[in-house]
C-alpha cells in the first residue's frame, strides 16, 4: 500500500537494533485518515470472506481494527495481556512472548465472544517474530472459529514472523513489507 | 444518550461491589456501530470545541477514540502505562491509581505529540474515581495545551469521579450517568 510505505518514508524513525518507530502516526499518536484507508484496504484484501468478527491484541493494533471494521460491519474484541492466574474456565488462554519487554505474557479472551461459527480476521500493528499472532490464532483455534487471515499495518520481512504465520497456514497480508533498514534512515519495502 | 442506556440495560451484567460489565459491546467485545453513534454524539457535544486531538488511555478506551476521531478529524494519542523506570526528558509523566488492579502505573504520552498550542478532548470508557482521567488532565496541563472537555461513555455517577473532575474546572459530558446499580440486575439512570 503505497500510502503507508510513503508515510513511512516520511515520518517513519530508524533505531539501533532494526527498529523502527511509527509513534507519531500508527501505534501512540494516529493517523485516523490513513487508518481509513488502511480499513479500505483490509476490505478490498479480505471482504469476500465473511467475516464475523476482528481479533486483535492491546494496545496498538486495537485503533486499527476498530476503524477498519466499519468496513467489515462487525464487532472488534481485543485479547488482554492477564495479569492474574485466573483458573475460571471462561477464557481462551495462550501465552505470548513480548520481544520488546522481554518477558511471557498471558493473554486471554473471554468464550463469549469467540464462537465455533465465527469466521475471524487477526488484525495488529506490527508483524515481526510473530508471537503474537500466534498467540491470536491459537486462541481462534482453540474455539474452534476459523481464522480466515491476517491483516497486518507493517510488516518486517527480514524476520521470521511472516514465515512462521505463513507456515502454519494462514494468510498474511501486510499492507507495508519492509525488506531493509538502514542506518542512514532509509528504508527497502518487498 | 438513549441508544447506549438501552444498550447498557440489555447488555450490561451486574456483579458485586457496584461493577457493571460492559466487555460484550464496549471493552473487550467492541460494538463498533454504537461506537459511530457515540462518535457522533460526542461531536455534537464538542465539535465546536476545535479539538486538534483526542487523548485517551490504553487500552479500552482506545477504540472508542479512534472512531470518535472520524467525526473530528484530528490524530488520537494514547497514554500508555508505562512499565520501565524512563528518566528521559521525552515523555510527559504522572501516576494513576487502578482501584481494578489495586496499583499504582506511571502513566506516560511523548512530549512531541502534545503541544502547547492544542486543544485535546480526553475520551474514555468509564468514570468511576477519576483516576485514570485527573492522570489525563496532568498530562494535558504538563503539556501547557487546552483541555476541553472529557467524553466519557459510561459515568458511574455514585462514585467521586465526575464530582472531582468537575471541580478541577473540566467539562464532563457523560453518554451514559449511571445512579444506581440494584442487586436484581435492574439500571437506574440520572
Partial sequence: MKLLEERIRRDGIIREGDVLKVDSFLNHQM??????EMGKEFYRLFGEENVTKILTIESSGIGI????AEYFHCPVLFAKKSKTKNIAGDVYRTK????????EYDVIVS???LKAEDRVLLIDDFLANGA????LKDLVDQSGATPVGAGI?????FQPGGKRLRDAGMRVESLAKVAALHDD??????
Same sequence: chains 1, 2.
Avoid: N, P, W, Y
Wanted: net charge negative.
Fill in 31 to 36: 493517523d485516523i485518515d490513513l487508518f481509513q
Fill in 153 to 157: 499495518a507493517v510488516e518486517k520481512a
Fill in 65 to 68: 481494527a476498530c476503524v477498519a
Fill in 185 to 190: 534512515g532509509t528504508v527497502d519495502f518487498c
Fill in 111 to 113: 468464550r463469549d465472544f
Fill in 132 to 135: 503474537a499472532l500466534l498467540g
Fill in 96 to 103: 505470548v512472548m513480548s520481544f520488546t519487554h522481554g518477558r
